[in-house]
């Protein structure tokens, strides 16, 4: 089966990766995440799960739920299962595998130039969803500590912010008992400060963030071992399993996408 390839345009925050193009998955998988495909109007998309359906609009996908996708032309979005997000797309699943929600969209679905703009692209998918996380989405996606009303979980944001924009390191301290300590507060308090501020638990966020840091590190030419070591992982192999399971592919694999 041949596809007009279209060089995929790549955003991966703290919960949620977000692809926009064509996706031909060789054998089927599963993963951590929760998988939503968005086809673009008159693209041929299939999903394998055990057997070969004729996808017509925008699907969720459970998470660890084996399958195996051919599209032309879409969105992929990969969500964190544990984040608020996650959560309510999980309950619209009802306990299946997989779910269609409506037909394609009419509207044209084009590759965002700029970040800003993927939330504006992206809201008839929540409308069509009526999901009401939308605004969690914008805060995982953009990661602006500004948006943040506690100061603490501000100063929490710029500290991990730093390591994203500069040499990547492990936080010196990152065990929720340590971070609470750190701001001053209760590690019940915290907990529930930043899952109440971020959308997101504080462990899988933190998970999220350490993989985001070795993607960048490895990026920026640093081995996948010297990378692993950098983002807190015991070495490249441990690094390789996590990221795989989070995502359904090897971190080798996701370079391909950002290049």
Partial sequence: ?????????????????????????????????????????????????????DISGLTIIDSKAEHQLQMSAGWILLVEPKSDLGQELSSKLAGQAFK?????????????????????????????????????????????????KDQRIQQLLTQLNECLHGDCIKPANWRA????????????????????????????????RRMICALQAIINNTSATDAAHLAGFSDSAHLSRTFRKTFGMSIRQSLTLFK
């Avoid at 060789?26 to 999903?47: D, F, G, T, Y």
């Avoid at 989405?137 to 943040?148: A, Y």
């Fill in 177 to 208: 008992a340590e971070v609470a300590s750190q701001l001053a507060i209760s590690e019940s308090r915290f907990l529930h400060l930043f899952r109440e501020e971020l959308g997101i638990a504080w462990r899988p966020y933190l998970l999220w």
């Fill in 1 to 53: 089966m041949a596809f007009c390839m279209i060089k995929p345009t790549v955003w991966i925050q703290t919960g949620v990766v977000i692809i926009y193009g064509n996706s031909f998955d060789a054998a089927p998988h599963n993963h951590h995440a929760i998988q939503i495909i968005w086809p673009q109007e008159n693209s041929l998309c299939k999903l394998t799960m055990p057997r070969q359906n």
């Fill in 100 to 148: 269609t929600f409506g037909p394609y969209f009419s509207t044209a679905i084009k590759p965002p130039t700029k970040t800003e703009e993927i939330g504006k692209l992206l809201s008839p998918l929540f409308q069509q969803l009526t999901l009401t996380k939308q605004s969690l989405f914008n805060n995982m996606l953009f990661n602006n500590p500004s948006t943040v």
